[in-house]
């Protein structure tokens, strides 16, 4: 049995997203609710949203700039030895240079996809630790 959408003649998946959605939808409508009938909830609420908004701006910016970050270190190391040691098929003169540069090749950060130069530039903002015990 798959585990995507509606990919069952069952329908069962999307009753259940519906369902999930309407949950939300209900407790947003009685958030609503309790907004119009009491001033202190309303301004509690009020001042949530102004914390939300500053929130977004500042996280928007914080992802450009992990983006931008990632996006040049991806550039950077790009044509590197280290990405071509990196490779599955590197040439004959690229190997012995690989054998050369072993202890820096593991002893660095790798930076040879965008995918993984975004998640060590994550890293770095929130601190170091291991990389290899997350899996992607």
Known sequence: ?????GNTSDGREWY????????GLYWLSFLMLLRATSVDF?????????VFRSLATFLICLGVILVAFAEMFFIAF???IFC????????SAEEEECIQEEEYLNSS????SFKESLLHVYFM?????????VPY
């Open 1 to 5: 049995k798959s585990c995507g959408l």
């Open 16 to 23: 259940r997203a519906g369902m999930s959605l309407t949950s």
């Open 42 to 50: 309303a301004v509690f609420m009020g001042g949530m949203f102004h």
């Open 78 to 80: 790009r044509g590197t």
């Open 84 to 91: 071509l040691c990196r490779s599955e098929y590197p040439s």
């Open 109 to 112: 950060a790798s930076f040879c």
């Open 125 to 133: 903002l929130v601190g170091e630790f291991d990389v290899s015990v």
